[in-house]
């Protein structure tokens, strides 16, 4: 009763993490370990809810818990308070592109040797009046499929005109890697590289020359030491906005040459909507499965590609691909012009 919904969803993932990696219980390790977790707005609902009240007590009242729930490090301190975890508790606020710095952060943490294991990821809750209309009024979420809104997030079609919000929470198990040996840890795949920049162009619109998005996407294969010959599948950022995707697919063709003709990319955001704050960390998750399990998941939704509008690579169109993916990539950009690049590699 103490936590905001996007608290309980970070708490709740942390959680299935920490079962996961058999660290539930382990006191000693958790003790010395981290959370970095990203959110883009925190616990609209209780600003919403408390607004309420301030007003119709003529500006006297609010909840006492307001601001502690409310405000987006209380995810990240809950799950501290939850499972012990008393190492470095962060919260990185960039927007869409947040649960994928969080992860980036983790990782210069880990390599820093400031720790061994990191919680890292996302949560995100805004399906509320503050939400829709905030995002309706910048006219981002699409309005056109009201009456059949399963295909309404559509990214890189012709009749796209906005994303479909999500929400939920996303942790991963971050773990220096000899450490995680040397107790048996169950490893899914390596984080490799981390790239990231800004903008500097606009509050809501990318740079529409692709330059500074494509530059992370370098700076990422550069950290991981890939070529992008090398790269087999990206999870893009694909919201299913006229700004976004085609601005996407430029940043891919500046970033991966003539090889990002070969590139399997596709946006899972067609299937989970737009979770904001959690979509990093989301699709972070996607891309360590696609390596585990050699899957890349479709684009839904995609049945006219918008090639006149820019968008001219192979998005996987609604039916997934059985092959070997042994190095992925995830992006995620958000307003202000944040970008933030992932590449994750099998482990051999």
Known sequence: RKMALFTQYAVAAAKMALDDSALMGNTEMLDTASVFLGVGIGG???????????FQSNYTRIPPMTIPEMIPNEAAANISLAFGLHGATHTVATACAS?????????????????????????ESTQN?????GFNVLHALST????????????FDKDRDGFIMGEGGTILVLEEYEHAKARGAKIYAELAGYGASSDGYHLTAPNPDGIIGARAMTLAMKDAGVTPDQVTYYNAHGTSTKLNDSGETKMLHIAFGEAAKNLHISSTKSMTGHCLGNAGSLEA?????AVQEGFIPPTINLDQPDVEGGC????????GIEMPVPVAMSGNFGFGGHNGILVFRSVK
């Open 144 to 155: 056109k499929w009201a009456d059949d809104p399963t295909k309404a997030s559509r990214p």
């Open 285 to 289: 998750l996607v891309c360590v499965k």
């Open 129 to 133: 009046g503050f939400g829709f209309l």
């Open 44 to 54: 609209f609902e209780v600003m919403e809810s408390s607004m309420k009240s301030y």
């Open 312 to 319: 001219d690579l192979d998005y996987t169109p609604n039916k």
């Open 99 to 123: 649960g994928t710095d969080a992860i980036g952060d983790a990782l210069d943490y880990i390599r820093a040797g400031r720790g061994d294991i990191v919680l890292a990821g996302g949560a």
